[in-house]
């Protein structure tokens, strides 16, 4: 028999049995959301991209004006960064095939941290190999130092993974909802215990901007923390380009840690906390993922500091994909869709349902235009369809797309 998730979700019943019971056999009593199901929207044969992203881009051998995907500033291809990549390459090969915690060091990746320490004005900072383990290594790097993990219930899926591996309980709140949250920590905590709220800092299916401040409050009467995936974040928002926090007017540091990726922005790969040194001295010390692993590929984190030093170096990006993100806004509510007003480069909107949004896909690929149709964490069942745009696209570009969906929807 399947127990409801409603049920269970932040019920003390809940509670216990996530403290106890392997995920698999949670996930079944609805404990949590119970993985990503299945992500392929429907289609038969993925796409295959045969060439580098950009606002226009070959997907399946043709080229089409490509809103897909979350290279923001194009930077995926930037020659500066192959160069970087390639040097780095021939000097150290792909890596040093030891962790880091032994003889896995690498002046790169060194330089690297150093990078990113400053670029976030943090203290002290950590890379490893993937955005998708941020959320894991700062739930990991807390342990010791909370007593249950509250989840925004639209996480991404990497978000509810980490937390989940910090085999501590696990309970949600409502999406976006820091009233929720202040209820839910008053009704699962015993005097003394202390939370962690894990969140994306922005959520990637509609772009919504999770309003941190009023989480930390939240927190105030806790000795707790909060952990913010910035995946979307990172170089986009914030008049610096150091996310959600900056943008929120939030300063990290105490009860504010925050991580972030590499791939998206900064045209790299890899995910990354900045942090005080004795954070990430704790980090270093205590995640799996950090000493049980070889280091990140040498090539891959020398153009990852190449793509951070451009996107510090050209905050005109910045403020080019904020034109293009409010005139493709714009045109939407035009036509109809109010998609907000917020700067994030994702536009996702919803038609009446599944087949009308694959419909509307299609016709744009056979008119030359990709816009992704998916399911993701936080989409309705049903999908929706999402524009991502690039600094790197004209306004002519936005234009069309917005000419090519007036004839659709
Ligand atoms: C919130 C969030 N965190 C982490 C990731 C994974 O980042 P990466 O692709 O760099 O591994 C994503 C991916 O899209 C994401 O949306």
Redesign the pocket.
């Known amino acids: 028999m399947r127990i409801k998730r409603t049920f269970l979700r932040g019920s003390a019943l809940g509670r216990f049995f996530a403290s106890c019971v392997p995920r698999g056999f949670s996930e079944e009593l609805g404990l949590g959301p119970a993985g990503p199901g299945d992500l392929s929207g429907g289609r038969s044969a993925p796409f295959v991209m045969t060439g580098p992203p950009g606002p226009e881009t070959l997907i399946n051998g043709r080229r089409y004006l490509y809103f897909g995907g979350?290279g923001y500033f194009g930077l995926q291809a930037h020659q500066d960064m192959v160069r970087a990549g390639v040097k780095a390459w021939r000097k150290y090969g792909m890596h040093s095939a030891a962790s880091r915690t032994g003889f896995g060091n690498n002046p790169v990746l060194s330089d690297l941290e150093k990078r990113i320490a400053e670029y976030f004005g943090a203290g002290d900072s950590v890379y490893f190999a993937?955005?998708?383990l941020?959320a894991l290594f700062m739930a990991q790097g807390m342990a010791g130092r909370f007593d249950a993990v509250f989840v925004d219930e639209n996480s991404?899926f990497?978000?509810l993974d980490g937390a989940f591996s910090a085999r501590k309980p696990l309970l949600f709140y409502r999406h976006m909802d820091p009233s929720d949250l202040r209820a839910r920590l008053r009704a699962e905590l015993k005097p003394g215990q202390r939370p962690l709220v894990v969140t994306?800092g922005v959520f990637?299916a509609f772009g919504a901007i999770a309003p941190v401040r009023e989480l930390a409050r939240e927190l105030e009467p806790y000795d707790g923390a909060l952990c913010l995936?910035d995946?979307?974040g990172v170089g986009v928002l914030g008049e610096n380009g150091r996310g959600t926090c900056e943008h929120s007017g939030l300063e990290p540091g105490g009860g504010v840690i925050m991580s972030g990726?590499l791939?998206?922005a900064f045209g790299g790969y890899g995910?990354f906390v900045p942090g005080t040194p004795e954070l990430i001295s704790r980090i270093r010390r205590t995640v799996g993922a950090y000493g049980g692993t070889n280091c990140v590929p040498v090539p891959v984190a020398a153009a990852s500091a190449k793509g951070l030093e451009l996107v510090r170096s050209h905050p005109e990006w910045r403020r080019k994909l904020r034109h293009n993100v409010a005139r493709l806004r714009k045109g939407m509510k035009k036509l109809g869709f109010d998609t907000g007003d917020s700067p994030v480069p994702i536009v996702a909107w919803t038609l009446s349902g599944a087949d009308e949004m694959k419909k509307v896909q299609a016709a744009l690929l056979d008119r030359g235009i990709a816009v992704a149709y998916m399911k993701y964490s936080g989409t309705p069942d049903c999908g929706v369809l999402r524009a991502s745009v690039f600094s790197s696209h004209t306004d002519a570009q936005i234009d069309r797309l917005l000419a090519e969906l007036s004839g659709l929807v």
């Open positions: 979350t993937s955005g998708y941020s991404h990497s978000v994306d990637p995936d995946a979307h990726t791939s998206k995910g």
